[in-house]
Structure formats: C-alpha cells, structure tokens
C-alpha cells in the first residue's frame, strides 16, 4: 500500500475534521526524502484512534485543572519522589487501590 494512502486512512480514522479533503498524493512528496520514511513508518505503525484524546476526556481534564488538581513542577517531582520512596509491599490493599 502507498505510504500516502495508509496516512490518509489514518488521519481519517482519527476523526480530523476535513479529511475528506485530504488526498493520498498530498503525502506522496514525502516519501521522496529518505530522512522522513522513518517518521512515516512510526507514524503509519504506531498513530491510531486509541490515542486520541475525546472531548469528555479534554473537559475533565479542563475541570480538573481549573480546581488546582494538576501536579506540575515542584509539586510533580514531590510526588514522584515520594512515590518512588514507598515499597508497594509495605502497603495496604486500600491504599494500592
């Protein structure tokens, strides 16, 4: 199958909005340079509806940082450290869950 093809029936399973526009040989130019095959490859074996983000999922996301419960920065690294500290045998089934 023509890389470009497999990459429009891709960016068509992902749901973009206006793919139906898009065309195989839009992508064809790129296989000509050697230096990009590997990204197509990747993108062509590994880029798939699974890995998209939902609208629900960006919403929560939005609500949950809106309330200050992200941990970036300082606050991450804490919490990965403490994480990282505790032994997941010296733990509770409670508090694995």
């Known amino acids: ?9 891709i960016i068509n399973s992902l749901g973009y909005r206006g793919s139906h ?14 230096a990009v095959l590997p990204f ?14 939902t609208s629900k999922e960006m919403t929560e996301f939005s609500a949950l940082k809106a309330a200050g419960g992200i941990l970036e920065g300082a606050q991450l690294e804490q919490a990965l450290q403490s ?4 032994e997941e045998d010296d733990l509770t ?3 694995l869950k």
């Open 1 to 9: 199958m023509e890389i470009g093809k497999k990459v429009v029936e």
């Open 21 to 34: 526009e898009i065309q195989a040989e839009d992508f064809e130019w790129m296989c000509e340079d050697e």
């Open 83 to 86: 994480s990282t500290n505790i």
């Open 40 to 53: 197509l490859d990747w993108f062509c074996s590994n880029v798939n509806p699974s890995l998209i983000i």
């Open 93 to 95: 089934e409670d508090q």
